[in-house]
């Protein structure tokens, strides 16, 4: 049995939401004569509905662009390294190419090391985001992101890549200041008088 409280409760609720309907303003199209000229802004929708007849997702990249993203980590260092197992063989960090960014064969023996261990310098396109650190600290970065990629993309190479050493993350890093001190370590020079 319903409550007569019930009841006048659901009664009130109805009259409020038929004074809420009445008093909201109509809101029209606003009617636009055909001789004048309009610049059609496609929605959102249409947009995407574009991109997918292309084949492209949302970010404009392939869809059918596989990869296996991982990130690596030196010092402050971060680097996130996809290997796209399709499309033309480039290695890209932040937008430009490889050997722009780190000038010098050092690093590039550092950052290839993984990729020579396992013979496949020439089977991936290689897109990398790194921020942070040094020039150095970025390098073995992206030597480690690039390390953890490979391993997602085969299983079997792990046991190769850690026996490198490449698949640890080195744990090296600045130790904090301490108070009273100069540095984390190093105290104030002693003075006799």
């Known amino acids: 049995m319903a ?89 890209l960090v932040n937008d430009a190419p490889f050997d722009a960014y780190f000038k010098g064969t050092e690093f590039k023996n550092i950052i290839e090391a993984p990729l020579v261990k396992m013979n496949c310098t020439d089977r991936f396109r290689i897109t990398a985001r790194v921020m942070g650190g040094g020039v150095v600290g970025q390098a073995e970065a992206l030597r480690h992101g690039i390390t953890r990629a490979l391993v997602l993309f085969n299983a079997d190479f792990k046991k190769r890549l850690k026996k490198s050493g490449y698949l640890t993350r080195d744990p090296r890093m600045k130790e904090r200041k301490k108070p009273g001190l100069k540095k984390a370590r190093r105290a104030p020079q002693w003075a006799k008088r």
């Open 3 to 91: 409550n007569t409280k019930d009841i006048e409760k659901k009664e009130v609720v109805a009259d409020n939401a038929a004074v809420a309907k009445k008093t909201r303003p109509a809101i029209k199209k606003a009617e636009v004569p055909e001789t004048e000229a309009v610049l059609a802004v496609p929605s959102a929708e249409e947009v995407s509905v574009a991109i997918a007849g292309e084949g492209l997702d949302a970010a404009g990249r392939k869809k059918s662009d596989k990869y296996y993203e991982a990130i690596g980590r030196r010092k402050t260092a971060i680097a996130r390294v996809r290997l796209y197992t399709r499309g033309d063989k480039v290695f």
